[in-house]
Nanobody
Framework: QVQLVESGGGLVQPGGSLRLSCAASGSIFSINAMGWYHQAPGKERELVATITSSGESSYADSVKGRFTISRDNAKKSVYLQMNSLKPEDTAVYYC????????????????WGQGTQVTVSS
């Protein structure tokens, strides 16, 4: 059973920082790209940042220069350092991974975490 578990959300004032973490567990053969998405109330889920297995990253325009994605392949984990947070960053943040489980090594599958709430407010 493969799981992604996020942590690190919370309430922060505008201009503050938070660091989100996501750890994959279970019978995993390999992990390809990992990423973070967010979903604000009444809006669709949107891509925030992604990172490949070799460490190449990409970001949504709205977070460039403020957020940094990183990963630790040995720990099967991905992180999102969020600085200079704005009220419009308020959303549920979801971890995503494209990975190959041991049980089905012929292809990769897309997995989601349960989400962690980030609220930016004074």
């Amino acid at each position: 059973q493969v799981q992604l578990v996020e942590s690190g959300g919370g309430l922060v004032q505008p201009g503050g920082s938070l660091r989100l973490s996501c750890a994959a567990s279970g019978s995993i053969f390999s992990i390809n790209a990992m990423g973070w998405y967010h979903q604000a109330p009444g809006k669709e889920r949107e891509l925030v940042a992604t990172i490949t297995s070799s460490g190449e990253s990409s970001y949504a325009d709205s977070v460039k220069g403020r957020f940094t994605i990183s990963r630790d392949n040995a720990k099967k984990s991905v992180y999102l350092q969020m600085n200079s947070l704005k009220p419009e960053d308020t959303a549920v943040y979801y971890c995503n991974a494209d990975l190959i489980p041991y049980s089905r090594r012929n292809r990769s599958f897309n997995y989601w975490g349960q989400g962690t709430q980030v609220t930016v407010s004074s």
